[in-house]
């Protein structure tokens, strides 16, 4: 009888709220094996504002996915972003003795001393992400234990969330039947599904357009080194359409996909719409017209990302190689043309990559954070195990990897009577460079164990 090792994203985005289960192959590869999204109900730029709308909402989309799976979600990876979240980057030191080797308790002090700065006492720390280490000034060092030293630094990235719209979170998880294992910065989630092998050996922007919140992370060879949430998202955009047309929210949504470009040069030429204002009046508008409309805010958006990066960490296209977009905002065509003006980098237009199974469905930007949700899960050595509809049992879940400081280790879980699964793809290889992607994510957490 066949085991599957499960693990499952939850993203509750502002516009939908997506469930992704990912089943754990033998070979180490991940299948998505199971998808559903319900339109988001209850939250306002990340944070739930209706505790009773989110959890029936997360229900309906934890169900759909769990149809499709044929397994019973049990335990889930939460995504979190928005203004109640806030980022520092911390500096430890550690003293080696002379003579010694570096061991994992001199890394663990080195990472204390930097979390060991004044935090809000209403904030929980998410995630406290080391980058690479330095020995005696020597920069770059991915795995400082067992060198030679007399002093040890690293840079930790420290991600907190406000207690408060925490503690709502968790509740409507738990309304809805389910256990948070870990919440999950979005930028992180995003980059974790996104990235390329290249792109995880330089410094990237990434930035994850949603609806009402834009997530940046910029990762130094793999690892988060900034983060931050900017509180405007796509559909402002569709706000502004609206609102300048005098259209129904609905109405514009469909017009900014179907005609709407980041750049007006790249707007269909000669095409001319009739749209029916509120009032019942026809107007005559053109593609290039709409797409000034569009241009401002998107262009707003990328000048928000940059100030903070360039405040941050300095001029973006010093510090950074290429840009990553990814998120439903970045499908509007022209975004990532426009992006590549601002930041006068390379640009790419990002989806969920590495996986195998229902890659139709989940290879789109806007399911970034999902599956690097799961993905995160993976990493964390949290998978659950269940089993086929005829031998339903509990399991202790053997620990695939330690997880990171943050997470709690032991989880059981009950298969309950799953459907049957449907088709599935056939499992795609994820091998990159004679690594599995599982392996991959692994090494990008092995200095957080
Ligand atoms: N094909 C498309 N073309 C243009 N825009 C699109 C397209 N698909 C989605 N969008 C836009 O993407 C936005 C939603 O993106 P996404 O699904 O990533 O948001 P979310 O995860 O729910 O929100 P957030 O990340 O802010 O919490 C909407 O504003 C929508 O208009
Ligand atoms: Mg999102």
């Given at each position: 009888?066949?085991?599957?090792?499960?693990?499952?994203?939850?993203?509750?985005?502002?516009?939908?709220?997506?469930?992704?289960?990912?089943?754990?192959?033998?070979?180490g590869a991940v299948?998505?094996?199971?998808?559903?999204?319900?339109?988001?109900?209850?939250?306002?730029?990340?944070?739930?504002?209706?505790?009773?709308?989110?959890?029936?909402?997360?229900?309906?989309?934890?169900?759909?996915?769990?149809?499709?799976?044929?397994?019973?979600?049990?335990?889930?990876?939460?995504?979190?972003?928005?203004?109640?979240?806030?980022?520092?980057?911390?500096?430890?030191?550690?003293?080696?003795?002379?003579?010694?080797?570096?061991?994992?308790?001199?890394?663990?002090?080195?990472?204390?001393?930097?979390?060991?700065?004044?935090?809000?006492?209403?904030?929980?720390?998410?995630?406290?992400?080391?980058?690479?280490?330095?020995?005696?000034?020597?920069?770059?060092?991915?795995?400082?234990?067992?060198?030679?030293?007399?002093?040890?630094?690293?840079?930790?990235?420290?991600?907190?969330?406000?207690?408060?719209?925490?503690?709502?979170?968790?509740?409507?998880?738990?309304?809805?039947?389910?256990?948070?294992?870990?919440?999950?910065?979005?930028?992180?989630?995003?980059?974790?599904s996104?990235?390329?092998?290249?792109?995880?050996?330089?410094?990237?922007?990434?930035?994850?357009?949603?609806?009402?919140?834009?997530?940046?992370?910029?990762?130094?060879?793999?690892?988060?080194?900034?983060?931050?949430?900017?509180?405007?998202?796509?559909?402002?955009?569709?706000?502004?359409?609206?609102?300048?047309?005098?259209?129904?929210?609905?109405?514009?949504?469909?017009?900014?996909?179907?005609?709407?470009?980041?750049?007006?040069?790249?707007?269909?030429?000669?095409?001319?719409?009739?749209?029916?204002?509120?009032?019942?009046?026809?107007?005559?508008?053109?593609?290039?017209?709409?797409?000034?409309?569009?241009?401002?805010?998107?262009?707003?958006?990328?000048?928000?990302?940059?100030?903070?990066?360039?405040?941050?960490?300095?001029?973006?296209?010093?510090?950074?190689?290429?840009?990553?977009?990814?998120?439903?905002?970045?499908?509007?065509?022209?975004?990532?043309?426009?992006?590549?003006?601002?930041?006068?980098?390379?640009?790419?237009?990002?989806?969920?990559r590495g996986i195998g199974?229902?890659?139709?469905?989940?290879?789109?930007?806007?399911?970034?954070?999902?599956?690097?949700?799961?993905l995160?899960?993976v990493?964390?050595?949290?998978?659950?195990?269940?089993?086929?509809?005829?031998?339903?049992?509990?399991?202790?879940?053997?620990?695939?990897?330690?997880?990171?400081?943050?997470?709690?280790?032991?989880?059981?879980?009950?298969?309950?009577?799953?459907?049957?699964?449907?088709?599935?793809?056939?499992?795609?290889n994820p091998s990159e460079?004679?690594k599995s992607w599982l392996e991959r994510i692994r090494?990008?957490?092995?200095?957080?164990?």
């Open positions: 009888m066949k085991d599957n090792l499960i693990i499952v994203g939850l993203d509750i985005g502002t516009t939908k709220i997506t469930t992704v289960i990912g089943e754990i192959g033998a070979d299948d998505i094996i199971g998808e559903g999204t319900a339109p988001a109900e209850g939250i306002k730029r990340g944070a739930v504002v209706n505790l009773e709308r989110t959890t029936h909402a997360i229900k309906t989309s934890v169900a759909a996915a769990e149809r499709v799976a044929g397994v019973k979600a049990s335990e889930v990876f939460v995504g979190v972003s928005g203004t109640h979240v806030k980022a520092i980057t911390s500096h430890g030191l550690a003293a080696i003795r002379r003579q010694q080797e570096i061991s994992r308790p001199d890394v663990d002090r080195a990472i204390e001393n930097a979390r060991a700065v004044p935090l809000d006492p209403n904030y929980e720390v998410l995630h406290a992400l080391p980058q690479e280490y330095v020995i005696d000034g020597q920069e770059g060092i991915k795995n400082p234990v067992g060198m030679h030293g007399v002093r040890l630094e690293v840079d930790v990235h420290i991600v907190s969330a406000s207690s408060g719209p925490l503690a709502n979170l968790r509740r409507c998880v738990t309304e809805a039947g389910l256990t948070s294992r870990g919440f999950v910065l979005q930028a992180l989630a995003s980059g974790l996104t990235l390329d092998a290249t792109e995880q050996d330089s410094t990237v922007v990434l930035i994850d357009i949603g609806g009402a919140t834009t997530d940046v992370g910029v990762f130094k060879r793999g690892n988060l080194a900034h983060s931050a949430s900017i509180p405007i998202g796509a559909d402002h955009v569709t706000q502004d359409i609206a609102q300048i047309l005098k259209i129904p929210f609905e109405e514009a949504e469909r017009v900014k996909r179907k005609y709407g470009a980041a750049l007006p040069e790249l707007a269909e030429p000669d095409l001319t719409l009739e749209i029916m204002s509120g009032s019942g009046t026809m107007q005559a508008v053109s593609a290039f017209d709409l797409s000034r409309l569009i241009k401002p805010r998107l262009a707003e958006i990328f000048n928000l990302v940059r100030d903070e990066i360039d405040g941050a960490l300095g001029p973006v296209e010093l510090i950074a190689s290429s840009v990553v977009l990814t998120g439903g905002g970045s499908l509007l065509k022209g975004t990532p043309e426009l992006s590549r003006d601002r930041f006068r980098l390379p640009v790419r237009l990002a989806r969920p199974g229902l890659t139709d469905i989940v290879s789109s930007p806007t399911h970034a954070t999902a599956v690097g949700l799961a995160f899960g990493g964390a050595g949290s998978a659950v195990i269940t089993r086929r509809p005829d031998m339903p049992r509990v399991e202790v879940v053997p620990e695939v990897v330690a997880p990171p400081v943050d997470i709690p280790v032991a989880t059981v879980a009950v298969a309950d009577s799953p459907a049957p699964r449907e088709a599935r793809e056939p499992r795609k460079g004679g090494e990008m957490f092995r200095d957080w164990l």
